[in-house]
Every structure is written in structure tokens, then in C-alpha cells.
């Protein structure tokens, strides 16, 4: 079996299944590149992170870069493309970085179909589907793919999910089919951090955000409000759908609040992915971050904020990961001490880079989820676009605002 045959090819029903590090290594090679774009215009290196999500939080619709920028969302998609094309240019010219695990991983010689959805697969693993079609077109061309094949197949990925997203839009003519096991409600509810005291009142609609109409959102009918809702990844439209069938929930509502955070310095904001009232009348807040991701210090400082701004509501608070695996699965999930100390020996004397990082990893067989599990646990700070892993400081979340 080759690398690429266990690249996952449809909506797993665990993400767990579909997690490697080569998909770390991806992002890596692609931060690299990003960074050497960044060398010579640095607002490249920055769009190019952004909406790819280089840093490992979920890549930006070109709407939002845009307003970070004072630019239309046109102009920003043809800045993109231009620093695409630059980068593609600079790695067939020097060779650098090395990117034969694109070659291997995307190989030629497959069909269509094949490719297709391997990068689907990857899309839902990653939670990326706003950037979906810019990935598999970048992945191709970097696997030796010709220009306009990269370009065909790339539209395929986009058309596959544009097509599943409008077709959420109506009630569906059939029955929909039961949730898996892993994506039942009632599990979820387990994992919950309750919060003391009466719960404050859950918004009817949701926070409207600059990206709002964007095209890359989706849309589906949730009978049970008898309105349309707004998401934009397959997972959270799965998790939308179980609220929707619950018979554990009165209402929800899609980014209810909104939660203040700084990050590196900065300030920054958060709208937590949906609300529900449960028919017990309890509320929680629901933040959907992929078990893969769960870990890097951009979503933990994300998520940390939500809780506080759930608790400060007096609602309980929850990440759907996509996974039987949750939050608190992984803070109790084992790892034998004679592979956990070297990679925790190590991070006592500084931070890691990739190369030494994949030594360490390797040597102890480490796989994503132990890395996941103890970078939770031990506060581990997981930094993306490059890589460095080091001992992190504490996490605070930052000051919310009220419900609209």
C-alpha cells in the first residue's frame, strides 16, 4: 500500500482515522514557501497564510482578508494568485523546498476521480473548506501536475462541495440518513463543561460578521427553526444537522456571541460556532475545531476565550472535534513514559523546529493524536506557519461581549 492509498476518500465518520503528520508536513512545506514569498512582499506571506490557514487555525474567506486590508475581494484574489504563481515558479526554478511528498501523494499518473477525492478527503480532515479549491490546486501543481489539469481538478474539488452545500438549502425529498455512532448528540453531551448559575438567554439570530454573504459559506434548512443556517465546513454543517434532529434541543443559533482574545500580542476576536438551548432548558456553546487541531496555540487561545465567555453566560461549553474524541478524552488519553519523557526532556531546554521535532516524534512513535493529547496536557506550545513546538505560556481567554 503507498502513502497515498490511506488518504481518506469520503466524510469519515471519525477524524481520527484520517489524521498523519504528513499532513503537518504539507503545511509545513507550504509555510515555507510562504515565508521565502514573504522575503520579498510581506503582505503576500501573510494573505497566503491566512487564507490557507498555514498557522493551523481555519483558513479566511477572501471577504475577510480583504477587510484586514481595506481591499475588494476581487483584488485580493488576484494578489493570491499572483503570489501563487510566484512560489510555484520559485520551487520548479530552485528545487527548494523539497516537494516529492506532493509527487508521491498526488502522483500523476492517478485519474480524476482518484485525486479528487483524496483531496476531498483531506478537505474534511483539515476543516479547510473555504479554501478548499486554492489548496488542491496549489497541492497539484506541486505534485507535477500541469497547469490546466490543476487547474480542472481543483474546480472539481469546488464543485463537489459548492454542489452539497446549495443542495442543504431545501428540505430534502428523501429521509436523511441516520448520524454514525461518533456523530450522535447524546455523546456529546458527556463532554460537556457546565458552568454554575442561571443561564442567560440564548440569541435568536445570529451575530452578523463582514464575511456574512460570502460564497464560499454554506446554507442549510434547519426545520426545527424553520430559517436557513449558515456554516462553513462539511463539519460543522454535520454538527448543525444533529441539533436540527436532536430531540434534546429546543433552539440554536449559529455564532451567538462573540469572544475577545489576544494572541501574540494582539487582539483579536472569535464567534464561537453555535448555541444551543437543550429542551431541559440548559445552554451550552459549541466551537468546532478538528481533532488534529485541537492542539495548536491559535485555536487553544481561540477556544479558551469561548469558555469563558460561555461560563461568563452561565452555559456550559464544548469542542466538537469530529471524533469520538473529545477535549477531555485526549487530557486522559495514555502515553507510555519511555516515549513521552525524551519529547518532554527535550522541550525543558528550548523550543523545537520540524527537523528535530520528526526525530523525536519518529524515535517514540509518536502518532497525532499522542502529540495532540500531550501538547493539552502539558501546556505544550504547538505553533504552525513554520512549525515550532515549545513549552507555552498560560492561556487566558480575553474579555467577551454580550449576546446581540
Known amino acids: 500500500m503507498t502513502t497515498v492509498d490511506r488518504v481518506p476518500t469520503g466524510l469519515l465518520d471519525d477524524l481520527r482515522d484520517g489524521l498523519s503528520f504528513e499532513l503537518e508536513e504539507i503545511d509545513e512545506i507550504l509555510a515555507v514557501m510562504a515565508a521565502e514569498q514573504a522575503g520579498e512582499r510581506a503582505r503576500d506571506g501573510e494573505l497566503i497564510t491566512a487564507r490557507l490557514g498555514l498557522d493551523g487555525e481555519r483558513p479566511e474567506t477572501l471577504t475577510m482578508i480583504g477587510a484586514r486590508y481595506g481591499l475588494s475581494r476581487d483584488r485580493v484574489r488576484q494578489l493570491y494568485t499572483r503570489a501563487v504563481g510566484q512560489m510555484v515558479r520559485r520551487v520548479q526554478a530552485t528545487g527548494h523546498p523539497d516537494v516529492g511528498l506532493f509527487a508521491r501523494r498526488y502522483p500523476v499518473g492517478w485519474g480524476d476521480e482518484r485525486l479528487v477525492r483524496a483531496l476531498l478527503g483531506e478537505t474534511y480532515v483539515t476543516d479547510s473548506d473555504i479554501a478548499a479549491q486554492d489548496l488542491a490546486y496549489l497541492k497539484l501543481r506541486l505534485a507535477g501536475h500541469a497547469l490546466m489539469d490543476a487547474k480542472r481538478m481543483a474546480g472539481f474539488v469546488f464543485q463537489r462541495i459548492a454542489g452539497w452545500q446549495q443542495r442543504g438549502r431545501w428540505h430534502p425529498a428523501a429521509a436523511r440518513p441516520v448520524e454514525p455512532v461518533a456523530g450522535q448528540l447524546i455523546p456529546l453531551l458527556r ?158 531546554h528550548g523550543p523545537l523546529d520540524w527537523a528535530e521535532f520528526t526525530r523525536y516524534r519518529e524515535n517514540a512513535d509518536l502518532d497525532v493524536v499522542d502529540v495532540t493529547a500531550l501538547a493539552l496536557r502539558h501546556n505544550w506550545c504547538w505553533e504552525r506557519g513554520p512549525f515550532r513546538m515549545g513549552q507555552g505560556p498560560q492561556l487566558t481567554g480575553g474579555p467577551g461581549s454580550s449576546p446581540r
Open 191 to 348: 463532554r460537556v463543561e457546565w458552568a454554575g448559575g442561571t443561564a442567560a438567554d440564548l440569541p435568536e439570530l445570529p451575530i452578523h460578521t463582514i464575511d456574512a454573504d460570502d460564497d464560499a459559506r454554506g446554507h442549510v434548512f434547519a426545520e426545527s427553526l424553520g430559517r436557513e443556517t449558515t456554516f462553513d465546513t462539511a463539519l460543522e454543517a454535520r454538527l448543525l444537522r444533529m441539533l436540527d434532529e436532536s430531540e434534546s434541543v429546543a433552539t440554536f443559533t449559529e455564532r451567538p456571541v462573540v469572544a475577545g482574545y489576544r494572541l501574540d500580542d494582539v487582539e483579536r476576536i472569535h464567534h464561537p460556532t453555535v448555541g444551543a438551548r437543550l429542551t431541559d432548558g440548559r445552554v451550552l456553546l459549541i466551537d468546532v475545531v478538528p481533532l488534529g487541531r485541537v492542539a495548536f496555540h491559535g485555536n487553544r487561545a481561540k477556544l479558551e476565550a469561548a469558555r469563558a465567555v460561555a461560563h461568563d453566560h452561565g452555559w456550559g461549553w464544548l469542542v466538537f472535534t469530529g471524533s469520538r474524541l473529545g477535549v477531555p478524552d485526549l487530557l486522559q488519553h495514555s502515553v507510555e513514559a519511555r516515549r513521552e519523557h525524551p519529547l518532554r526532556n527535550r522541550l525543558a
